[in-house]
């Protein structure tokens, strides 16, 4: 059975100013957790860390980080819940962090 999926996918870099609310595309699709293979989870997001720094992100300007890329969804510091799982490290109901 698919799970449905939101993602937030960063649309092009910015300059200076404000980020227009359009530069984010809300994305639906579909994983099917029967799917997974070895050693694979699937994580549902429960908390995202927006922050400040992204801002260089947006910019794709030199940092400690490397830039988002377009089409692609936004990355950050985030918590969430296994809700799937092929892992023998990680169970279904673990709650993880991560990138």
């Not at 799917?35 to 400690?64: C, F, G, H, T």
């Not at 089409?71 to 892992?87: D, H, I």
């Given at each position: 059975?698919?799970?449905?999926?939101?993602?937030?996918?960063?649309?092009?870099?910015?300059?200076?100013?404000?980020?227009?609310?359009?530069?984010?595309?809300?994305?639906?699709?579909n994983?099917?957790?029967?799917?997974?293979?070895?050693?694979?989870?699937?994580?549902?997001?429960?908390?995202?860390?927006?922050?400040?720094?992204?801002?260089?992100?947006?910019?794709?300007?030199?940092?400690?980080?490397?830039?988002?890329e377009?089409?692609?969804?936004?990355?950050?510091?985030?918590?969430?819940?296994?809700?799937?799982?092929?892992?023998?490290?990680?169970?279904?109901?673990?709650?993880?962090?991560?990138?």
């Amino acid at each position: 059975m698919a799970i449905d999926v939101t993602s937030v996918l960063f649309k092009d870099y910015v300059n200076d100013g404000p980020v227009p609310a359009d530069n984010f595309v809300v994305s639906k699709s579909n994983v099917d957790p029967g799917a997974l293979k070895d050693s694979e989870i699937l994580v549902q997001l429960l908390y995202l860390s927006v922050d400040p720094y992204m801002r260089m992100q947006m910019k794709n300007a030199k940092s400690y980080r490397a830039g988002f890329e377009p089409g692609k969804p936004v990355e950050s510091r985030c918590v969430g819940l296994v809700v799937a799982s092929t892992s023998d490290r990680w169970q279904k109901g673990d709650v993880v962090t991560g990138m």
